[in-house]
């Protein structure tokens, strides 16, 4: 049976003599450079892994490591495999010590880390990226922002006062009756405030305010938000909440603004679905460290042509839309470190949905 190296995980090993002789490499060093022991072993500097156009560098490096002034952190080299490709090693050096304590050579542990310096590119990459996507939301875009965060609020106040008014005029009001609508309405007002603060931070590039918090909530606040709304539609709202409660680090305000969002465009988009089928499920889950949310309406789905524009600040289909939401939605979560994506609902209709990393305890 051939036996199957298991690849990039090993870690190569290879020991040199005080003159700086290879006298031994384990198959991990093999597989990683492509040459086996017995070319390996016995050769003298330079090593046949060395890139032709650093030797001088490489050089100084191996007298470093025989001085023993190696760097106690490990140092990072590109090598050459012996089919010509290159790849990124960090190798740490150590004194080898016989058992009666003599100074014979040095042992390196060598891994190859080029899938790690790819990925810590992606993550630069995309760290760019989501400093784009904040600077998209520029001073002109915050009044919008504002226009458009604030209009829910402000239109519940609008009919509350209308609910009250009408009830005085009606002049059976009883005290007791005016209590909870005024109540509910002054809530408003400081949701008002709050969003002007909160976005205007967020705008202003401060760190949003994260704190731990608990997603279910955060969900379930942001739906007795809509329940008027959900009403005054016939919209049946089924809410799923993960009974095991993830946590995550998150600023709850901008959390609690994305769901509200996502569940107004659902409600906004089932204006023409029979009443019946009228549902809006909002659904949180979580697996391996990752929470979703889900908000899925069974109204028209999302047309190819508009699947394109759809996160494009100011793009909209609706005669009084301003077009901010999704962009605004997807700027908030990827500064959580989540994504945001729809897809098609199989019971018609659209799923959009987001995850937010879960918060490690
Ligand atoms: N659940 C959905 N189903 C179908 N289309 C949707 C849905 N959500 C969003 N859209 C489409 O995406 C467009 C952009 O949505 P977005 O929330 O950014 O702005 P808007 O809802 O049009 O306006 P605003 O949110 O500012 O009132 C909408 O105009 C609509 O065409
Ligand atoms: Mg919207």
Same mark, same amino acid.
């Given at each position: 049976m051939k036996w199957e190296f298991p690849g990039r995980v090993a870690v190569g090993m290879r020991a040199r003599d005080l003159d700086g002789r290879i006298t031994y490499v384990n198959p991990a060093f093999c597989h990683m450079v492509g040459w086996s022991a017995d070319e390996l072993v016995g050769s003298m500097p330079p090593m046949?892994?060395?890139l032709p156009e650093d030797m001088e560098k490489t050089y100084a490096l191996h007298r470093a490591v025989l001085r023993g002034d190696a760097p106690p952190d490990g140092f990072e080299i590109v090598f050459r495999r012996k089919n010509g490709e290159r790849f990124h090693a960090l190798v740490y050096e150590a004194p080898l010590i016989e058992s009666d304590g003599r100074h014979t050579g040095w042992m390196a542990s060598v891994l190859d880390v080029t899938e790690r310096k790819k990925a810590e590119e992606l993550a630069r990459q995309h760290q760019e990226k989501l400093q784009?996507?904040?600077? #998209?939301?520029?001073?002109g875009e915050m009044a919008s922002t504002l226009a458009h965060e604030l209009n829910q609020p402000l239109s519940a106040i609008a009919s509350y006062a209308t609910g009250c008014l009408n009830r005085l005029a009606a002049g059976d009001a009883k005290v007791e009756e005016l209590t909870a609508p005024l109540t509910k309405l002054g809530v408003q007002a400081q949701r008002a405030g709050?969003?002007?603060?909160?976005i205007h931070d967020f705008v202003r590039k401060s760190d949003p305010l994260v704190a731990p918090c608990a997603l279910n909530r955060v969900v379930e606040g942001a739906m007795g938000f809509l329940e008027a709304e959900a009403r005054k539609r016939a919209i049946r709202v089924d809410?799923? #909440?993960?009974p095991r409660d993830p946590q995550v680090e998150a600023d709850r305000i901008l959390i609690e603004q994305v769901v509200l969002n996502l569940a107004r465009n659902a409600m906004e988009a089932m204006g023409q679905t029979p009443a019946a089928e009228r549902i809006l499920d909002v659904t949180v889950e979580s697996a391996d460290g990752l929470a979703v949310v889900r908000v899925a309406d069974q109204g028209g789905g999302i047309a190819p042509e508009v699947a394109e524009s759809l996160f494009t600040p100011f793009f909209t289909t609706k005669s009084e839309g301003m077009g901010m939401g999704l962009n605004i939605c997807r700027s908030i979560i990827e500064s959580h470190r989540g994504r945001l994506w729809f897809e098609p609902n199989p019971d018609g209709g659209a799923i959009f949905q987001f995850t937010l990393p879960e918060k490690l305890s």
């Open positions: 046949p892994y060395w784009r996507t904040s600077r #998209l939301i520029t001073m709050h969003i002007i603060r909160r809410l799923e #909440l993960d």
